[in-house]
């Protein structure tokens, strides 16, 4: 893998060579970074996983293409020359009716 023009694998086998090659590092000191080298190889091989080689949900692939519609070029609604069905608006019903409520049926409010 290679993370802005470095290759991540070589470098980290370089830096485990040189880590057997060098025999005055203290082992408190050889423990630390051979455990910083086994933490950024398990962080390596995550970013390598994806959906479809691992169970993590599509949502989370970096950069996923979005899939398209089905490929049918129809536009949605009725179809051209049909004859559409609403009800039609009303103008001067010829009568209307009025109701009031009397006051004393009103609730009565508290201030």
Known sequence: MIIDNIPVEQTLESV????DEEKN???ALRESLELL???TTLLLNRLGLNSRNSSKPPST???R???GKNGNNNTPGAQKGHTGHHLELVHGCGWCMTWTRPRSSAPVVQS
């Not at 485990?16 to 880590?19: G, V």
Request: aromatic letters at 0%; proline letters at 12%.
């Open 37 to 39: 080298l086994t933490l």
């Open 16 to 19: 485990r060579r040189q880590l």
């Open 65 to 67: 293409k979005k899939a």
């Open 61 to 63: 692939d970096p950069n």
């Open 25 to 27: 590092l203290s082992p």
